[in-house]
């Protein structure tokens, strides 16, 4: 449990809004078209296409486990976490960030990593409350970006809800 | 004793290491308040376990070191060099007493009354800056110097500092927690200054006595204190190492010949050895968690004024150090609750019927890989009603909720946060800690716990940890293409089935089992269990077979070679008659192209039954480091962890246990059932015969009847069986009497050909079964070991040698006649009263009987519940659970029929409850002694209809009796 502290999710914090020019570093990851972003302080690791052993009865979100350097990491699909439509065999680049969340290490299979972003807490905004319901479970609420939007994961509650 | 002595020098010795460094570090930084404050920490320290272990002159000296070091913390005291010196001195003093402990086992003889003396004169200010100090430091060489004979150097000079000292003594000491050691100390000294001051050497003259008598080796085991870090770091690269090795070794299997392999060999002993090094610095045994309890019982025993006695089991059960340190405090913390809120004060125990003495009990052992520990106490076990008043204040449940929930259910509430059963507050309980924490606690480390509490006799806890962080030994297989790990310690042994060998899988309706050395063995396919997905369609699960073979029945029936070539999956059924051999040679020699032809079976032992598990392949028993299953698969109760193999692939390891209770057909009383009767050789239920009819339908499992159910056998020809709304009859001793085929695949040609008939027949009423041949009649023990899913089977059993189906007739009979069984005077229950069924508890030891009568009671509409012993009863009895009537069985294991009802019958809720006795052998001095013991009427068994009307009968009796017995 010594990550709690690191993986205290950003954005949650109502006080972290407040003060303005903090900038917060984030790992963008694409899935979908959509560009999301992980807290790069609860980044451990980024893999490529790595072999994944299937886990019988596992929650469909569960893609299986891998052995990352002697490390038992449990492989989630966050399309399928998501409701998005798996991806053809052939698009899959099987790419996934390596997290640890409650002492486990957990990889999310997501289509492909952006660059990493230094965010200024002014462009964060919450949840609009009529995004869809799945997503707002696991969104940890959106930053403005030129062009685009992105989503902050929330990691925690991203793997707290996979249930068996 | 000598244990704590040990390790107080252990420690001893590393403290003065650092307070050595420390005090040296405070001479140059004297305002350092945290370097002041551990130094005094240590000090005191010192003191308070050698005045717990009764070493007085060190205590002494420590005591006035501290004295000073307390001056210099509250700063009344400058620390200047002189002081810090004296204080260094009083450390040197401290090494050398212990280190004369650690050659001796005793205190050495001497005195250091100089020393003390000088700390005190130091401490009561008495000494200003300058003037002592100075006569005192060169004084210390010669302390240091001369350590052993001090009292010698200084015989008179010491008076006035001895009276001191002595007064020091006697104000100081009192103040300081009270051990019986440190007031002998300070009612000796005093003593000694008033009889002799200059010889003080008296205060340590017993010691030199023990000494003399045990001249002991040096009594600290060398041991080094190690970083938890550096053992986990070193775990991890064993359990890499393992990994290696064991890839190391698989390449070296598929090489014949190999140069490495005399290294490789050499290279497995070690990594095994030093794998078995790291794991043991890593085990403890639970004794070391259990230290404290004895005290805490004792304390809390004083405290209460309650009599509670601390049995402790298994202290040597060797746990994870990491798991130990987690699960201790939890522990300490319900055993602290079984005594506060489970023993009862002693009056109110005596009160109760029990011993004044409240007995705690806390064992520990391995099961199947898991470490189970189990608290019990006979204490009075949970308060059922204050939990649901406190369920329904903290708004936990309503009432209706509770109203509907089982007393075990309710139980469970004590886990939930916020639930304290204790009416106050004692210093003992009600600090926080409650049984959710203890619960969290518990399953942060994958562990679980079971409660279960009986009102007025106690409560058992029972904590399930597994294997955290260890390294097993576990048989690899693979079934579907995927590979598990079975631990090593369920595995019995492994059979190899074909259906050409001895050994072949036989299915009833789809479910496979074993023949075992003449028992059965429930089998569980591991790709059906996992629900895995084969690649290709050449095997085909067990359900869909079964499937399929049903239908092939319905559509093919009669055994037609052709259309049944093509499926490859006759090498699971069993060929009952030689028709089906051809076709199997068939789809054997087909199968020869499959790997699947030949299939393993795990036979795994488990708490409840043994079974096996059907899988593809069987690789090689292998050491796997078992790592702890994420949090968000821990639903999966099919694993218990997973692993790292030595390619690198993750692999899921099975937990036995959990299999047991995924595919939990068999009920737990028919699992103890299995359970026993495996023990208990054949007892009296199975020693009793029965006449069995065996007859055949189509080429499944022979099925089986009680003869004594079966009125006439009758061959009738299909031509004569005439149809009439529906419903096959026959014209059969001037009646109609319907027919029912056993199942669809009996088949009624319409060309003239004589089917056999089993006619049951009840007064006027008779049906036909019909059946597609007659095999024999036989006398066998009937001992049903599988209870079937599919009505009109009761379940397996051997007989003949033969997996064999028993036929529930009932259901048959029922199904002919809707009202079969209400014709028997017994209207008078049931419905009329509208009260629902009554309530009929069932007690035989023979699963053939029960499940023969509990049917038969149940169509009679009757409530039934079945027991197999009359423990069990006496246990429902206690839960409060109340039946109409009781049936009991005569000839029973354990507690026979008679026994059960004078228990009944003497004290027990039930006491009023009408009871039947069953027996098969009714002669006149078994009624006469059943009546005398409180049956209330006496049936033979099999006699339905008696039984039936006497249960009817009796019910009629029993309100008036109650309300005669009420007035």
Known sequence: MSTAASTK??????????????????????????RFGIPIL???????????????????????????????????????????????????????????????????????????LSLKDDAFENNPPTLDAVWREISGGIFRLEGELLVVLDVPRLLNTVHS | MDDLIGEFLTETNEFLDSLDQDVLGLEQNPNDKELLGNIFRLVHTIKGTCGFLGLPRLETVAHRAENVLGRFRDGDLEVIPEYVTLILESLDTIKFIVGAIEETGSEPEGSDDELIAKLDAVYEGTNSAAGGGESAAPAAPVEEAAPAEPEESIPGMATEAELEAAFAAAEVLPVEPVEPAEESVAAEEPQEVEAAPPPPPSETKEEPKAEAVKKEPPMTTQTLRVNV???????????????????????????????????????????????????????????????????????????????????MRGQDTELDRQVLELIKDPLTHMVRNSGDHGIEMPEDRVAAGKPEMGNVVLEAFHEGGHIIIRITDDGKGLPLDKIK???????LATEEELAEMSTQQIQQYIFHAGLSTAEAVTSVSGRGVGMDVVRTNIEKIGGSIELKSTEGKGSTFTIKIPLTLAIVSALIVESAGQRFAIPQLSVRELVMASEHGDNKIETIRGTPVLRLRDRLLPLVSLDELLKLQREGSSVIDLATKAEELESEKESVVAAQPSEESEGSNENLEAGENPEDEANQ?????????????????????????????????????????????????????????????????????????????????????????????????????????TSLLLFKIGDGAPKAVPLSLVARLENVKTTDIEHSSGQMMVQYRGGLMPLVPFDSSVQINEEDQEKPVLVFSDKDRSMGLIVDEIIDITEEYIDVQLTSTQSGLLGSAIINEAATDVVDVMHFLSATHDDWFKDHGDE?????????????????????????????????????????????????????????????????????????????????????????????????????????????????????????????????????????EQQ
Not at chain 1, 80 to 90: D, H, M, T, V
Not at chain 1, 97 to 110: A, D, R
């Open chain 1, 42 to 116: 609860q980044v451990q690791d980024v893999l490529g296409d790595q072999t994944v052993n299937n886990i019988p009865l596992a929650p469909p979100e569960v893609a299986g486990s891998l052995n990352l350097r002697g490390r038992v990491v449990t492989a989630i699909d966050v399309r399928c976490r998501l409701g998005i439509e798996p991806q053809a065999a052939e698009e899959s680049s099987g790419m996934s960030v390596v997290v640890e969340h409650g002492n486990e290490l957990y990889s999310l299979i997501i289509d492909r990593v952006g660059d990493v």
């Open chain 2, 229 to 311: 870090d550096v053992l986990e770091d070193l775990m991890t690269m064993v359990s890499e190492m393992v990994l290696t090795r064991n890839q190391l070794l698989q390449i070296l299997r598929t090489e014949t010949e190999s140069e490495f392999a005399a290294p490789l060999q050499r290279l497995n002993h070690v990594v095994s050895e030093l794998q078995e090094g790291v794991m043991k610095t890593r085990m403890q045994p639970i004794g070391n968690a259990w230290s404290k309890l004895p005290r805490i019982i004792r304390d809390l025993s004083m405290e209460l004024n309650k009599k509670i006695e601390l049995e």
């Open chain 2, 828 to 964: 008078a229950y049931g419905g009329e009263n509208g009260h629902g069924k009554k309530r009929v508890l069932l007690v035989d030891d023979s699963p053939f009987f029960r499940n023969m009568l509990a049917p038969l009671l149940g169509i009679a509409g009757y409530d039934v519940t079945s027991l197999e012993s009359a423990r069990d009863a006496l246990k429902m009895c206690d839960d409060g659970v109340k039946f109409d009537v009781i049936i009991s069985d005569i000839e029973m294991p354990d507690m026979d029929g008679f026994e059960f009802v004078e228990k009944v019958r003497s004290d027990s809720d039930w006491q009023n409850t009408p009871m039947v006795a069953l027996t098969s052998h009714a002669t006149p001095q078994d009624i006469d002694r059943g009546i005398q013991a409180g049956f209330s009427k006496y049936v033979a068994k099999f006699d339905k209809d008696t039984l039936l009307s006497t249960l009817a009968q009796t019910l009629i009796e029993q309100p008036a009796q109650q309300e005669g």
């Open chain 2, 389 to 395: 008043a406190k369920i329904v204040s903290n708004g």
């Open chain 1, 9 to 34: 999710s950003y954005g949650l914090n109502d006080d972290s809004q407040e003060s303005h020019d903090q900038s917060k570093d984030f790992l963008t990851i694409i899935i979908a078209d959509q």
């Open chain 2, 585 to 689: 040679e068939e789809a054997s020699t087909g199968g020869n192209k499959q790997p699947l032809q030949n299939q393993y079976i795990v036979v795994t032992e488990t708490g409840a039954y043994d079974f096996g598990i059907i899988v593809d392949r069987v690789y090689d028993t292998e050491e796997i480091v078992v790592k702890p299953v994420p949090k968000i698969l821990r639903d999966i109760e099919l694993f218990s962890g997973n692993t790292i193999l030595g390619d690198g692939s993750v692999i899921m390891i099975l937990d036995p246990n959990g299999v047991v209770r995924a595919t939990g057909e068999l009920d737990a009383a028919d699992a103890t059932d299995a359970a026993a009767e495996d023990h208990v050789a054949q007892t009296s239920s199975s020693q009793q015969k």
